[in-house]
């Protein structure tokens, strides 16, 4: 079993849509759950960064973790043609930044 | 503010050659990572620099795979002898500390190609 297992897509949706990302893992000892996007031949950016149960807002984009079920999940609200891109979950064990990343979802908005 | 500097870009090379990548972290930054991402996979942590000094190579292939960041400041990542399954984006990051609550930044890559 992968430690950290997300579905690659692709997802494609209609402008102004609502888009779900999801990821899963296994070790129940990790504390940091992130997000990354990364566009096409550019490295990974930091979307959302949070290390604990709940949801945490910034704009169009709410990151939910649940622990006890260790899923993490990122929403986006009023999908746009820029969001086009693959978003990547990290999640660390803590202690020095040593992230495992999940294979990433290609999603792709359309006007 | 400059970014992760990285070179080449691209690099197209036959197996059994050998390879160097370079990067220039953001000043500043004493941590610098250095990722291998295979197409269609997320990015996978070869190497971690603390200054000068290893914290994490575990999965670094060190038969073929060596790194080096000599100053504190930038780094090379060597492959020798290259092999088809080395074909990836390298990809360097770096942040202000180690800790996992610190924002990593990362370059644009160097794409391999080993053929």
């Known amino acids: 079993q992968k430690e950290v297992e997300q579905d690659p897509g692709p997802l494609s949706v209609p402008e102004g849509a609502i888009v779900s990302l999801n990821c899963t893992y296994s070790?129940?000892?990790?504390?940091?759950f992130m997000w990354y996007r990364q566009y096409s031949r550019k490295g990974p950016e930091l979307l959302m960064y949070?290390?604990?149960?709940g949801n945490k807002e910034d704009g169009r984009f709410t990151a939910q973790v649940d622990k006890s079920s260790k899923y993490i999940s990122l929403f986006i609200r009023d999908s746009q043609p820029s969001d086009s891109a693959t978003y990547l979950c990290?999640?660390?064990?803590?202690?020095?930044?040593?992230?495992?990343f999940g294979a990433g979802t290609r999603l792709a908005v359309h006007p | 503010e400059a970014g992760v500097a990285q070179s080449p870009r691209y690099k197209i090379i036959e197996k059994r050659q050998s390879v160097a990548f370079w990067c220039n972290p953001i000043?500043?930054?004493?941590?610098l990572y250095w990722y291998q991402q295979i197409l269609g996979q997320g990015p996978k942590l070869l190497i971690q620099?603390?200054?000068?000094?290893?914290?994490?190579d575990s999965q670094l292939p060190k038969d073929r795979f060596s790194a080096e960041r000599l100053k504190g400041v930038d780094s090379t990542l060597k492959i020798q002898p290259a092999k088809l399954e080395d074909s990836a984006v390298y990809l360097c990051?770096?942040?202000?500390?180690?800790?996992?609550?610190?924002?990593?930044?990362f370059g644009q890559g160097t794409r391999l190609t080993v053929v």
């Open positions: 070790n129940s000892a990790f504390q940091y």
């Open positions: 949070t290390y604990s149960s």
């Open positions: 620099f603390q200054n000068n000094g290893v914290v994490d």
């Open positions: 990051a770096s942040s202000l500390g180690p800790g996992a609550d610190t924002e990593a930044f």
């Open positions: 990290a999640i660390g064990p803590g202690g020095y930044n040593k992230l495992i």
């Open positions: 000043s500043g930054h004493a941590t």
